[in-house]
């Protein structure tokens, strides 16, 4: 039996599930603001921590526009051609603020070490004003963005999120070092401080570009276990097996499960699948099920293509030979 059969939630990866686009309007419009006034500042001071922060929220207007653009690429219709639409733009958008964000880290290190040999006298008075007027923004960012969750369960709202929140440590950063500068002189603590911050970035980024690497190679969401899945799906009355189960990340919070499923009576299949959809959407937040129902089959045969073993692998990869060359042969 080889119709396959298909369910899903109907509010899975509705906009209301999507990241909303206004409070990163509006963390964009903050940053941009006192990214000028922080670039003025740095230029006046001399300071490679006040620097490093403008630096950092130069990267945060550019994380924001590209996490706002994502989301509203994401909210464009499927086509044939895109039958996902462009719902993994905001999952590619958290992957470039990721990386951007490693950069930032790398080259604020570089910076920290060259002044560290030869720290350069700082105005720290200025230094320390445009400080707290830069973490009066950041806060007010990290506030807006982090309303509602969004910051929490969208790896798109997450990567502008995270890019906000370095920014505020390296504020924080600022008027640390300013402090310490204006009550004892000691100027190395710029440099320092510097290097802390470029840490701490580095630490909150690692996992977000874990996490976007993950969703793009369709491996299974951390919170969900698939052999559990596996299990769950094999103690439903009628379900002798399962293979070629796979689940994955559309977008942040938008999952989707595909498999076939041996069962004793093909026809019970109008009833299994049902009691399948609504076990695997209750037990494990799974919206999207795609089943192919089978019958008198013991596993999966060598020459039947199927992505659980190396032969079956070679299976797909050879079941349309004639169709490969055709098209290798095109110009």
């Not at 070490?113 to 707290?132: F, K, N, T, W």
């Not at 890019?163 to 505020?168: A, K």
């Not at 710029?190 to 793009?216: C, F, H, N, Q, Y």
């Amino acid at each position: 039996m080889n119709k396959k059969d298909h369910t899903h939630d109907e509010s899975a990866g509705t906009p209301s599930r999507l990241s909303s686009r206004r409070p990163l309007a509006i963390a964009l419009a903050i940053t941009t603001t006192f990214l000028v006034v922080e670039v003025i500042g740095g230029v006046i001071t001399g300071s490679l921590a006040l620097l490093a922060d403008a630096g950092h929220m130069l990267t945060d207007a550019a994380a924001l526009a590209l996490a706002l653009f994502a989301s509203w690429l994401a909210r464009r219709p499927a086509t044939p051609e895109r039958s996902y639409g462009f719902l993994r733009a905001e999952v590619l958008a958290a992957l470039v603020n990721s990386a951007t964000l490693v950069a930032v880290s790398i080259y604020i290190f570089w910076e920290a070490i060259q002044r560290i040999g030869d720290p350069p006298e700082i105005d720290s008075g200025p230094m320390l004003a445009v400080a707290v007027a830069g973490l009066a923004a950041n806060v007010a960012s990290a506030l807006v963005l982090s309303r509602g969750d969004g910051h929490q369960h969208d790896l798109n709202t997450r990567g502008a999120y995270l890019h906000v929140l370095g920014d505020l440590l390296g504020s924080v950063g600022a008027i640390v070092a300013a402090i310490v500068m204006l009550a004892t002189g000691w100027y190395l603590a710029d440099p320092i401080l510097s290097a802390l911050i470029g840490m701490l970035i580095l630490w909150s980024s690692w996992r977000l570009m874990r996490e976007s690497v993950e969703v793009l190679l369709e491996a299974a969401p951390p919170d969900i276990d698939a052999r559990m899945v596996r299990e769950a799906i094999t103690e439903v009355d009628q379900v002798e097996g399962v293979h070629d189960l796979h689940i994955w990340t559309v977008t942040s919070g938008f999952t989707a499960i595909s498999a076939h499923i041996d069962v004793a009576d093909p026809g019970d299949w109008n009833r299994i699948l049902p009691a399948l959809a609504d076990m695997l959407r209750d037990r494990f937040g799974i919206a999207h099920v795609t089943l192919q129902p089978e019958s008198g089959r013991d596993g999966v045969a060598d020459d039947v293509c199927s992505i659980d073993t190396p032969e079956g692998r070679e299976a797909c990869l050879s079941a349309v030979p004639t169709r490969v060359a055709d098209f290798s042969g095109t110009s």
